[in-house]
Structure formats: structure tokens, C-alpha cells
């Protein structure tokens, strides 16, 4: 592909990734529909509560839908119930609030400031969410039969009730403290619509849930500003406006972008053998500078080079390894020829020559010496 045609095509899938960015965002900003919110009473999905609130008021509760705790406290009475799930936004300052409505309260799945909403309860441990035998006198448990509970151990304060035991607690906890009664669940899941078909879990949440006329159900408000400026009011920053979806969706834009680049990048093409413009031979490369050394009268030099190339070459004949020093080889060559190890010393270690001749003597008895070793 030519580079005009890759340029082409680059633009063609940004255009391409931008009109389909431009087409998600509204979707994606417009945050999740109550058919898709978890224990809303108005959520048809699974884990919706449609199917609940439709039960309870064919029982005769009236359900009342609060998007945020300061309408719930508001609708909040003598003779209500106050349902908060996890599902719910709340913060400490809300959560005092709504433990000082009016009314009875039932706490399901994991909320938050518990200590706030059900004083005196402490958490046990986690349970495996299971059909579970109640196990107690409470009468609206035993009525119901085996539900599908866990998810959170619950230990009472003194005097409370508890049903469906799971380790050292119970899945069900009920007690009554300054004029309200307080029910916690450490699992919603039998509320659901997946669920609320199953063993006694829909005879559970309605006895639970229908205890009172009102039942006043807590849940997300549609409004994701509305919900990020929590009961207080107080305004929230712009990356805690942007729904998760949102930060999900430039996740992966960008690691598609990225995948693409990989793919559709320039490559380094196979390797091109390029002739040399000149080629010279071994030989000459020696007489040059052979040459360069005898015009600057370079003959430390020369003969250093000499020493040190014999050297090399003998270490290995010798069994030595290449970082031996001169007068090592040296000594072992003696060895191994039989000669005085004080000649070949100063042949391998001695002083520079005084002229070309001793230059080129120097170059003779190397190579004489190499040979003896050789032929040893």
C-alpha cells in the first residue's frame, strides 16, 4: 500500500471512530434507565424490583418510590416502612437523617454506615448466598419457609431476633430500639425478579416489605446529577458527574486506536543488501599501515602491535585464556619449546627497536616462535 492510500485510510477510520464516539456519548450520558437499575421498584430487568411492587400493591401497600433520603424522610410516617438497599446513594449525614424519620426500618444487602441505620448490629463475617431454613420464631420468617439469603453474617444486640444462622450469625437480623423496628438482610438478591419465584422468597419479602400500609423504597434517582448532589446538596466535582459507562467507553476507544496503530503502522521492510562501492583487500589494509607507521617513524607502535598479536595467537595454542598477560605467554612458551624463559621475555616484553632492521629482526623471531610452538 502506497503511502497516499495509508494516509487515506487513516483518516477514513478516524472519521469513522469519531461519528461512532459521537453517536455513543448521548447513550452513555444519559446514564442507566430504571429498567436497568438494580432494586428499583420501577426495574423490570432481573434485578429489578417491578415484580415486588407489584405484589405489594396487590396486598394493599402503597408503594412510594423516594429518589433521594430527603424525600424519603419526607413521606417518612408512624405507620411506614423505610426500605433502603444497596442500591441507594447515601452518606453519613443522609443516613442520620433517614435514621431519625419516622416509621420502622428494614435494611437489605450491603448499605452503607450501618452503624448509623441499625445501631448495635455488627457485621460476622460473609455467607454464602443459599436457600437457608429460618431457624427462629419470628413470624414472618417461619410463614415464609426456606429463602435464598446470605451474602452478610449479621450479630444483634442484646434482645433482637435472628433467622437463617449462617456461620456464628444470622442472614436475618430484627430488633426494636426507640420506638422502631429494624430489620437488616445481608442479601437482596431474593427481592429481585430472578429470584422472587423461588423457595419462599416473595411469601419473605412480602411479610417483610408489607409489614406496614407505606412502604417507602429508597432507590437511585433517574438523575445522575440529582444523585451526585446527594441529600446535602452540595455540589460535586465534574469527574464525579461522568457516568462509569463514560470512562469505560474512552478505555477502550483508546486501546482501539492503539490496536489499530500496531496494525495499520509503517513496518520496516525486508533487509536490503547494499554493494559497497569499493572493495579492498586484506593486504593492502595491512601495507597502508605499514606504511602510515614507517612515515611517522612509529616503531613502538609497530612492534607493540606485533608482540601483542603474538601473543593472542599463542595464549590459546598454550591452554592460556585471552586476558593472560605477555610475560605469562611468554613463561609458558619457554616451557614448551625447551628454551630460557629470559629470551622470549624480552622478545614478547621488551624494549621498542632502535631501528627498521631490529624492527624487522623482532618480526622474524616472532614468527619463529610461534612456529617452535606450533610444531612442539
Same mark, same amino acid.
Given at each position: 500500500m502506497t503511502a497516499t492510500r495509508r494516509r487515506q485510510a487513516a483518516w477514513v477510520a478516524l472519521l469513522a471512530a469519531l461519528v461512532l464516539g459521537a453517536a455513543a456519548l448521548p447513550v452513555l450520558l444519559t446514564g442507566r434507565q430504571p429498567d436497568g437499575r438494580p432494586l428499583d421498584p420501577a426495574g423490570t430487568s432481573l434485578d429489578g424490583g417491578a415484580a415486588l411492587a407489584r405484589l405489594l400493591e396487590a396486598h394493599g401497600v402503597r408503594v412510594v418510590r423516594a429518589k433521594t433520603p430527603d424525600a424519603a424522610v419526607s413521606a417518612a410516617g408512624p405507620f411506614t416502612l423505610l426500605l433502603v438497599t444497596e442500591a441507594s446513594f447515601l452518606d453519613r449525614g443522609a443516613a442520620g437523617r433517614l435514621a431519625a424519620a419516622f416509621g420502622d426500618r428494614l435494611v437489605v444487602g450491603s448499605v452503607p454506615y450501618l452503624d448509623v441505620l441499625a445501631p448495635g448490629v455488627r457485621k460476622d463475617g460473609p455467607a454464602h448466598t443459599r436457600s437457608r431454613a429460618p431457624e427462629c420464631a419470628l413470624r414472618e420468617a417461619?410463614? *415464609? $419457609?426456606? +429463602?435464598?439469603?446470605?451474602?452478610? =453474617?449479621?450479630?444483634?444486640?442484646?434482645?433482637?431476633?435472628?433467622?437463617?444462622?449462617?456461620?456464628?450469625?444470622?442472614?436475618?437480623?430484627?430488633?426494636?430500639?426507640?420506638?422502631?423496628?429494624?430489620t437488616v438482610l445481608g442479601d437482596a438478591s431474593f427481592m429481585t425478579n430472578l429470584r422472587l419465584a423461588e423457595d419462599g422468597n416473595a411469601a419473605l419479602a412480602l411479610n417483610l416489605a408489607g409489614a406496614r400500609p407505606t412502604l417507602v423504597w429508597l432507590t437511585e434517582p433517574d438523575d445522575p446529577v440529582q444523585a *451526585? $448532589?446527594? +441529600?446535602?446538596?452540595?455540589?460535586? =466535582?465534574?469527574?464525579?458527574?461522568?457516568?462509569?459507562g463514560v470512562k469505560w467507553a474512552v478505555f477502550q476507544l483508546a486501546l482501539a486506536v492503539a490496536v489499530v496503530a500496531l496494525w495499520r503502522g509503517r513496518r520496516l521492510g525486508p533487509v536490503v543488501v547494499e554493494r559497497l562501492p569499493v572493495a579492498v583487500r586484506a593486504s593492502e589494509t595491512v601495507e597502508g599501515r605499514g606504511r602510515l607507521y614507517r612515515s611517522r617513524r612509529a616503531r613502538d607502535r609497530a612492534a607493540l602491535a606485533l608482540r601483542a598479536a603474538a601473543a593472542d595467537r599463542l595464549a590459546p595454542r598454550l591452554g592460556l585464556p585471552r586476558t593472560a598477560t605477555a610475560q605469562e605467554v611468554a613463561v609458558a612458551a619457554a616451557a614448551r619449546t625447551?628454551?630460557?624463559?629470559?629470551?622470549?621475555?624480552?622478545?614478547?616484553?621488551g624494549p621498542p627497536p632502535g631501528d627498521d632492521a631490529a624492527l624487522v629482526a623482532l618480526a622474524a623471531h616472532l614468527d619463529t616462535l610461534e612456529r617452535q610452538v606450533r610444531d612442539s
Open positions: 417461619v410463614r *415464609a $419457609g426456606s +429463602a435464598y439469603t446470605g451474602g452478610t =453474617s449479621y450479630v444483634g444486640p442484646p434482645g433482637s431476633t435472628g433467622c437463617y444462622p449462617a456461620g456464628d450469625g444470622h442472614t436475618l437480623v430484627r430488633y426494636t430500639a426507640g420506638g422502631h423496628t429494624v *451526585a $448532589g446527594g +441529600a446535602d446538596g452540595e455540589a460535586r =466535582s465534574l469527574g464525579e458527574l461522568i457516568p462509569d625447551g628454551r630460557d624463559p629470559a629470551p622470549v621475555v624480552t622478545l614478547l616484553c
